[in-house]
Nanobody
Framework: QVQPVESGGGLVQPGGSLTLSCVAS????????VGWYRQAPGKQRELVAS???????NYADSVKGRFTISRDNAKKTVYLQMNSLKPEDTAVYYC?????????????WGRGTQVTVSS
């Protein structure tokens, strides 16, 4: 069973930074787009950022200019660099890997990592 593994969450003060990592072993990583999602208590899960196999990126308006997504195909890892964190960024962050058009449809979710922004 393939399951991406997130790490790097924690408690940080407003204005601080964190870098999340998502490692996806057991797949041909270069065939997948990878997205970071988050879910705050009482809210729906939302897309934060995504990166395609050719490194095209997409960001939610709420994080543009503060978050940066990147990928290292050799390490099968995607990173989410989060700067200027705000209390409203507090959520469980999930990694999702899904195959791009032309490949058999596969979709994998990690278990999440908690990010708490608080003074």
């Amino acid at each position: 069973q393939v399951q991406p593994v997130e790490s790097g969450g924690g408690l940080v003060q407003p204005g601080g930074s964190l870098t999340l990592s998502c490692v996806a072993s057991g797949i041909t990583f270069s065939r997948y787009s990878v997205g970071w999602y988050r879910q705050a208590p009482g809210k729906q899960r939302e897309l934060v950022a995504s990166v395609s196999s050719v490194r095209t990126t997409n960001y939610a308006d709420s994080v543009k200019g503060r978050f940066t997504i990147s990928r290292d195909n050799a390490k099968k890892t995607v990173y989410l660099q989060m700067n200027s964190l705000k209390p409203e960024d507090t959520a469980v962050y999930y990694c999702n890997c899904n195959t791009e058009p032309g490949w058999i449809r596969e979709d994998y979710w990690g278990r999440g990592t908690q990010v708490t922004v608080s003074s």
